[in-house]
C-alpha cells in the first residue's frame, strides 16, 4: 500500500537536546511538506519541498531545519532554538499538478 | 498571518442533524477549496474539495457551499451520525513561484450525540 510513514508516533526528549523526525513516502510524490498542530491553531506550515535538494520556509520555521536528499524522504529536526517544540508534527506529500495532500499519521513530540 | 477563518471552534449536535462549518478567507489567489477530517491521534484525511467557480459540491452526505463574492465557504454534514464526531479543517490552496501550498483554518471539533 502507497502511503506516508511518520516515525516515531510518541517521541520524549529534554529540553535543549536537538530531535529529528521521520518521513518516508512511497507514492512517488514531487512534494513534501512538514505542519505543527497545536490546539485550537489548525495546522501551521514549518517547511516545504517541491524538489530533491530544495525546500523552502514556511510560516513557522524558526528552530526548525530540514534536508531533502531523496525524493521519497524528508527528515525534520527540531533544534533547541525552538521556545516551544511540544506538538504534533504532521508530514504531508503531494503530486506536482494535482491538488490533493496526502498526510501521515503524524508524531507527538513531547520535551520535558 | 492567518489567511482562513474557521467558526464555530466546537459544535454539539444530535444524531440526524445538520452541522454547519464556516470559513471565510482574505487571499483571492487561493484556487482550491478542501475539507479534511481528522480523528484523535491520526492524520487529516481528504474530505470533500471544491474550485472556486463553482457554488456547491455533494459527495454523499458532505456538501461545500461556496460564496465566491463573499470569500467564504462552508461544510454541511447531513443526518450526521455520531461516526463524523471527528475534527474538521478547511484550508485553501496557493499556487506560488515556490510551489503549492496548504493554509488551513483553525479547526472545529464537531461532537455527534446519539
Known amino acids: 500500500d502507497g502511503g506516508i510513514t511518520q516515525s516515531p508516533k510518541y517521541l520524549f526528549r529534554k529540553e535543549g537536546q536537538n530531535v529529528t523526525l521521520s518521513c518516508e513516502q512511497n507514492l512517488n510524490h514531487d512534494a513534501m511538506y512538514w505542519y505543527r498542530q497545536d490546539p485550537g491553531q489548525g495546522l501551521r506550515l514549518i517547511y516545504y519541498?517541491?524538489?530533491?535538494?530544495?525546500?523552502q520556509k514556511g510560516d513557522i520555521a524558526e528552530g526548525y531545519s530540514v534536508s531533502r536528499e531523496k525524493k521519497e524522504s524528508f527528515p525534520l529536526t527540531v533544534t533547541s532554538a525552538q521556545k516551544n517544540p511540544t506538538a504534533f508534527y504532521l508530514c504531508?506529500?503531494?503530486?506536482?499538478?494535482?491538488?490533493?495532500?496526502?498526510f501521515g499519521s503524524g508524531t507527538r513530540l513531547t520535551v520535558v | 498571518q492567518q489567511q482562513v477563518k474557521q467558526s464555530p471552534q466546537s459544535l454539539i449536535v444530535q444524531k440526524g442533524g445538520i452541522p454547519i462549518i464556516n470559513c471565510a478567507y482574505e487571499?483571492?489567489?487561493?484556487?482550491?477549496f478542501p475539507w479534511y477530517q481528522q480523528f484523535p491521534g491520526k492524520g487529516p484525511a481528504l474530505l470533500i474539495a471544491?474550485?472556486?467557480?463553482?457554488s456547491e459540491k455533494k459527495e454523499g452526505r458532505f456538501t461545500i457551499s461556496f460564496n465566491k463574492s463573499a470569500k467564504q465557504f462552508s461544510l454541511h454534514i447531513m443526518d450526521s451520525q455520531p461516526g463524523d464526531s471527528a475534527t474538521y479543517f478547511c484550508a485553501a490552496l496557493s499556487q506560488e513561484t515556490s510551489g503549492s501550498r496548504l493554509t488551513f483554518g483553525e479547526g472545529t471539533q464537531l461532537t455527534v450525540n446519539p
Open positions: 504531508a506529500s503531494s503530486q506536482q499538478g494535482t491538488y490533493g495532500y496526502t
Open positions: 487571499n483571492t489567489a487561493f484556487d482550491y
Open positions: 471544491i474550485r472556486p467557480d463553482v
Open positions: 519541498s517541491q524538489i530533491v535538494n530544495d525546500f
